[in-house]
């Protein structure tokens, strides 16, 4: 039962089956809520698989709230997921200011699964200069850094918590999913689309 969840998990972000089953047992699903239920979500993926997992007194929530790229400051710590365009720039497909509170979470530079190619930087922004073509930020992290466009209209968001509340048909949800000993598949944490605003990552 567990590798056969981990298998609709890989299916649901692209992964194959190798690769899924190489998963440590927690996964990223994304997807719209088809139905919520006492302790049961049900998801239909990015991909188009029906999902169901379980929620518990334990698992957290997030909503992502819209604020402007002149919000972000230098020295502010930062997610930046990012593809790489034709001549290698690195262009934002969404940016995200972490509070204070949460400062070095997840820092570095790894590869994402947003899209083909994608990567996320948690840093803390270095510089700020404007560009033709947007605005770059230089982000800095413990043994790198990486200089990222943002255009114009990109998503700039800030997460606040939430609770279950949030949690309703039709909204768009980004969630962290861990798979247990008998393949059950329970919500650890959950962001969810408030007022029109989508987890973009």
Not at 38 to 53: I, P, W
Not at 133 to 143: T, V, W
Not at 154 to 175: C, E, F, I, Q, W
Not at 186 to 198: F, H, M, P, W
Request: aromatic share 4%; hydrophobic share 45%.
């Amino acid at each position: 039962m567990k590798k056969i969840f981990l298998f609709l998990l890989g299916a649901a972000l692209g992964l194959p089956a190798a690769q899924a089953f190489a998963q440590a047992d927690t996964m990223r699903v994304r997807g719209t809520i088809t139905a919520v239920a006492a302790d049961t979500l049900s998801l239909k993926s990015r991909e188009g698989q029906d999902l169901k997992l379980a929620l518990n007194d334990k698992t957290g929530y997030a909503y992502p709230k819209a604020i402007k790229l002149a919000d972000i400051k230098v020295g502010d710590f930062v997610s930046a997921t990012a593809v790489p365009d034709a001549e290698g720039r690195m262009i934002a497909r969404e940016v995200r200011l972490f509070p204070e509170a949460a400062r070095g979470t997840g820092e570095g530079h790894r590869p994402w699964d947003l899209e083909a190619g994608s990567t996320m930087t948690n840093a803390s922004v270095s510089t700020k200069v404007q560009a033709s073509s947007g605005e770059e930020l230089m982000l800095d992290y413990k043994g790198g850094s990486r200089k990222i466009l943002v255009p114009p209209g990109m998503p700039v968001v800030t997460n606040l918590p939430g609770d279950r509340s949030l949690l309703a048909v039709g909204k768009y949800v980004v969630s962290i999913v861990a798979v247990g000993a008998d393949g059950k598949g329970t919500v650890l944490r959950i962001q969810v689309e408030k007022d029109g605003v989508r987890p973009p990552a």
